[in-house]
């Protein structure tokens, strides 16, 4: 491993992939299932005839969904070799394809994508704006980059100086840059970065924001679990926002 934990590499650790890949696919006990993709789904819209880029795939279980939709091509790039591996084996005998690569490193010509995913994997990322700017070029026009990251006032919480964690704790809000995280029995390096520092990253690349979310629970998907319900609305866990290449 060359960068332990950092973006991608902190993917193949011995049994992390394991681990996030079942609480990932845990239904209603996952909060990507009752809080994130919710949102994400909505905000989609339809995506016949699309072609689809997904940054940090992680297993690509969206772009079956996505070919099913009926998007053209659906690409996904992850920085983790277990990913990659777990992406395609989903995706063999579909259309769509799964490639290792670092987001910090990705290009591709102009208007190759009619829209840019990003599920979770941006706030493992340093330089947001070169990694907007990347998408911004090859975006058609009125095409969209949808993103969703750790919400920032999770982000902000640093558990190496500040221990572990008893209760929702906001510090260090306006302080950005690196925080470690425990994460699936490893530790991750996550960049915490502001509301604003994410709307500005867009902005400044050239998008217009046109939507920001944070991902109210689903009260359909918990289809009664009034406790559980009750736990999500308590904190927000996610953040999405949408930019339109004009
Ligand atoms: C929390 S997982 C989300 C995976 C997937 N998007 C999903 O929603 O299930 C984060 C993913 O981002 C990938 N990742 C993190 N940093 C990365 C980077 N710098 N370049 C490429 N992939 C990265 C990880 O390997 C992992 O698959």
Known sequence: MTNPGRGGSFYDEPQIVDRYLDHRHSRTSSPNYVMEEPALLSE????????????????????????????????????????????????????????????????????????????????YVEDIESALAACHACLSPGGRLIFTVVHPVLTSYDAETQGKRTNWIVDDYFLKGPRQRNWFGGTVTWFHRTIEDYVRAL???????????????????????????????????????????P
């Open 44 to 123: 989609l819209g339809t995506v016949t005839g699309l072609r689809v880029l997904d940054l940090g795939c992680g297993d690509a279980a969206i772009g079956q969904t996505l070919l099913n939709a009926g998007c053209l091509s659906y690409l996904g790039l992850d920085g983790s070799t277990a990913m990659v591996k777990a992406g395609s084996t989903a995706l063999q005998g579909t259309a769509g394809r799964v490639e290792l690569t670092d987001i910090e490193n990705f290009s591709a010509p102009p208007s190759s994508f009619d829209l840019i995913l990003s599920r979770l994997a941006f706030h």
């Open 203 to 245: 902005t400044t690349t050239g998008f217009t924001l046109t939507s920001l979310r944070e991902c109210a629970p689903s009260e359909e998907r918990l289809n009664g679990a009034a406790a559980e319900l009750a736990r999500r609305r308590r904190v927000p866990l996610f953040l999405l926002l949408t930019g339109t290449r």
